[in-house]
T-cell receptor
């Protein structure tokens, strides 16, 4: 186990709805990244948060947004869901400073959009 | 656009056979990581290579980083059914904060 937890495990939504996914980072990790993994593909970077600020974003539209809280837990929000948003959403946490390059992934949330 | 191409996409082999998975890019990476992912789980880090030409061994797994830091390989000796899974390579650049993943190699080792 990596110490990174995500909720919920599975989620089914319909087109146009909004969804919030949650991630609890490993203790002491102040950086969290979110990835989208479509079926049969590798994960694609959505964005990263460091100390509650977004400090990097991938090629995803603004309806993908996030938050990081003082305890370093994080949320991924997706508005106006589309069918192509169906995927496994992964969060990964890491620390900062020497020897903290490793990202630890959670088990993911499987989102199905109907 | 930085891309990592993995090959093969699928591999089905008999227990005891050897195999090699390749990860190639036209971009230079400051480090390259290999992950294994089981169904219903997130990727788990196997190794990180950072120096061009570096070779790392993890039991029956051997990882190599190309001299130019644009490619990498994973070699498994005497594969076992427990090696079955999705193998992902991921690169990180000096100026980047994100991991760029390959599309993965799905390995099935038959008893």
């Amino acid at each position: 186990e990596t110490g990174v937890t995500q909720s919920p495990t599975h989620l089914i939504k319909t087109r146009g709805q909004q969804v919030t996914l949650r991630c609890s980072s490993q203790s002491g990790h102040n950086t969290v990244s979110w990835y989208q993994q479509a079926l049969g593909q590798g994960p694609q970077f959505i964005f990263q948060y460091y100390r509650e600020e977004e400090n990097g974003r991938g090629n995803f539209p603004p309806r993908f947004s996030g938050l990081q809280f003082p305890n370093y837990s994080s949320e991924l929000n997706v508005n106006a869901l589309e069918l192509d948003d169906s995927a496994l959403y992964l969060c990964a946490s890491r620390g900062s400073g020497p020897g903290t390059d490793t990202q630890y992934f959670g088990p993911g949330t499987r989102l199905t959009v109907l | 656009t930085q891309l990592l191409e993995q090959s093969p996409q699928f591999l089905s082999i008999q227990e005891g056979e050897n195999l090699t998975v390749y990860c190639n890019s036209s971009s230079v990476f400051s480090s390259l990581q290999w992950y294994r992912q089981e169904p219903g789980e997130g990727p788990v880090l196997l190794v990180t290579v950072v120096t061009g030409g570096e070779v790392k061994k993890l039991k029956r797994l051997t990882f190599q980083f190309g001299d130019a830091r644009k490619d990498s390989s994973l070699h498994i000796t005497a594969a076992q059914p427990g090696d079955t899974g999705l193998y992902l390579c991921a690169g990180e650049t000096d100026s980047s904060y994100k991991l760029i993943f390959g599309s993965g190699t799905r390995l099935l080792v038959r008893p």
